[in-house]
Structure formats: structure tokens, C-alpha cells
């Protein structure tokens, strides 16, 4: 066939997108893990170049969202197509929300001395090991288009969930006694907060595959 048919036009358009969506994805997913690295290393010079590298993950978004209008405008596409364009810049616009509480962490770690936080560390490792897994695997579930892998990685924000609420409990030592003035606690809790927003923004992702399957919102309630 023809390169230069309309149908293998739209074909490597579509593919085009997806690319830049699992691009974004596979950015934000470095951005989690070394802000993550910086946060514990109290690693500033890291941390400065993971606020800066959100440039490029802002630009990947705005790339997306102009690739999902030019098809639309320009082939017109109908139904599960439509869905899957459309919730393309959802999808993007929430792994670029992640991308954020990267840059969060980042900031953070560059401000927070690392001796305030160390002694618990591990409530944020065991979180951020849940999160990037669920963020690694749901971006494979939209690589392959797997509706069920998706909502496997739906349900297990509900470990994220968990682990915040224990990390919570296990903390208070923090202002109760070593950490009189709360600093620990403080930098810790924001932390673990951004970790469980992207835990929530991953679930988002798995909840737009849904949709462009079925063309229904998933039913499941958290």
C-alpha cells in the first residue's frame, strides 16, 4: 500500500502519539526515581537539575496536546478512536501532574537538612518503590492497550494508601520526642503527600484506559 495513504497517514499519527505519551511517562518515571535518590541524598545539584529537566517535560505535554488536535482536526476520527486521542491529553496532562511532585520532592530535598529525616527514611523508600512500580506498570498497560493490567494497577493504590496511613502512625516519634520541633516530620509528611497525589494521578491513568475501551467511566470506588 501507499505510504501516502490516508489510512497509513493516520496509522503512524496514532503511533506518533503514543510515543509521545509513553515518552512523558518514561520521563516522569526517571524524574519520581531520582528526586526520590536527591530527597534522601539531600543531594542539592541533583535536585537543581530535576527542576530544571520540567521544562522538558512541560514541553512533552504541550506536544502531545498539539498532536491529539491536528488529528482530530485534521482525520476526524470516530468513537474508540476519538476516546483514545482525546484521553491521550489526559493522560499526559496527569503524568505531567507527577512530573510536579517530582519537582516537589526535589525542592524539598534541597532545603531539608538530611540528618531531619533519615531515621525515617523507609516510610518514603517503601512508598516511592509502590509508586514507581504502579507508574512503570501502567504505563505498559497503555503500551499494549491492556484494560485488565490497568485496573490491577487501579486497585493497588489502595498499598500506597495504606503505607501513607502507617508511615503516619510509625512517625509521631518525630515531634513527640527526637524531633521536638516537628522539622523531620514536616519534610517527611510532604513528601509521602506528593507520593500519594501520584499514586491518585497513576489511578487516573488507569481509569482513561478504561474508558477508551468500554466508553464508560470505571465504576470502581476507592
Same mark, same amino acid.
Given at each position: 500500500?501507499?505510504?501516502?495513504?490516508?489510512?497509513?497517514?493516520?496509522?503512524?499519527?496514532?503511533?506518533? $502519539?503514543?510515543?509521545?505519551?509513553?515518552? /512523558?511517562?518514561?520521563?516522569?518515571?526517571?524524574?519520581?526515581?531520582?528526586?526520590?535518590?536527591?530527597?534522601?541524598?539531600?543531594?542539592?545539584?541533583?535536585?537543581?537539575?530535576?527542576? +530544571?529537566?520540567? %521544562?522538558?517535560? %512541560?514541553?512533552?505535554?504541550?506536544? !502531545?496536546?498539539? @498532536?491529539?488536535?491536528?488529528?482530530? @482536526?485534521?482525520?476526524?476520527?470516530?468513537? &474508540?478512536?476519538?476516546?483514545?486521542?482525546?484521553?491521550?491529553?489526559?493522560?499526559?496532562?496527569?503524568?505531567?501532574?507527577?512530573?510536579?511532585?517530582?519537582?516537589?520532592?526535589?525542592?524539598?530535598?534541597?532545603? *531539608?537538612?538530611? +540528618? =531531619?529525616?533519615? #531515621?525515617?527514611?523507609?516510610?518514603?523508600?517503601?512508598?516511592?518503590?509502590?509508586? @514507581?512500580?504502579?507508574?512503570?506498570?501502567?504505563?505498559?498497560?497503555?503500551?499494549?492497550?491492556?484494560? =485488565?493490567?490497568? $485496573?490491577?494497577?487501579?486497585?493497588?493504590?489502595?498499598? !500506597?494508601? &495504606? /503505607?501513607?496511613?502507617?508511615?503516619?502512625?510509625?512517625?509521631?516519634?518525630?515531634?513527640?520526642?527526637?524531633?521536638?520541633?516537628?522539622?523531620?516530620?514536616?519534610? /517527611? $509528611?510532604? @513528601?509521602?503527600?506528593?507520593?500519594?497525589?501520584?499514586?491518585?494521578?497513576? *489511578? %487516573?491513568?488507569?481509569?482513561?484506559?478504561?474508558?477508551?475501551?468500554?466508553? +464508560?467511566?470505571? #465504576?470502581?470506588?476507592?
Amino acid at each position: 500500500m501507499d505510504m501516502h495513504h490516508p489510512l497509513k497517514v493516520y496509522e503512524a499519527e496514532l503511533a506518533e $502519539l503514543q510515543d509521545l505519551v509513553l515518552e /512523558l511517562g518514561y520521563l516522569s518515571l526517571d524524574q519520581i526515581n531520582r528526586a526520590l535518590k536527591a530527597f534522601a541524598d539531600n543531594d542539592a545539584e541533583e535536585a537543581e537539575k530535576i527542576i +530544571e529537566r520540567d %521544562n522538558d517535560v %512541560n514541553d512533552l505535554e504541550r506536544k !502531545v496536546d498539539r @498532536t491529539s488536535l491536528m488529528i482530530v @482536526t485534521k482525520m476526524e476520527p470516530k468513537a &474508540a478512536d476519538l476516546r483514545y486521542i482525546l484521553s491521550c491529553s489526559k493522560i499526559a496532562s496527569d503524568l505531567e501532574r507527577i512530573a510536579d511532585y517530582a519537582k516537589s520532592i526535589a525542592n524539598k530535598g534541597k532545603r *531539608t537538612a538530611a +540528618e =531531619e529525616h533519615k #531515621p525515617h527514611m523507609a516510610y518514603v523508600q517503601h512508598m516511592g518503590q509502590e509508586v @514507581t512500580a504502579m507508574l512503570a506498570q501502567i504505563l505498559a498497560a497503555f503500551k499494549e492497550f491492556n484494560v =485488565e493490567k490497568a $485496573l490491577e494497577v487501579w486497585h493497588s493504590d489502595s498499598n !500506597v494508601d &495504606a /503505607l501513607f496511613k502507617e508511615a503516619l502512625i510509625g512517625m509521631k516519634d518525630c515531634v513527640e520526642g527526637e524531633d521536638p520541633d516537628g522539622k523531620g516530620f514536616i519534610s /517527611l $509528611l510532604f @513528601t509521602m503527600r506528593c507520593l500519594e497525589r501520584c499514586g491518585d494521578h497513576i *489511578t %487516573n491513568v488507569a481509569e482513561h484506559i478504561y474508558f477508551i475501551k468500554y466508553a +464508560e467511566y470505571y #465504576p470502581g470506588k476507592k
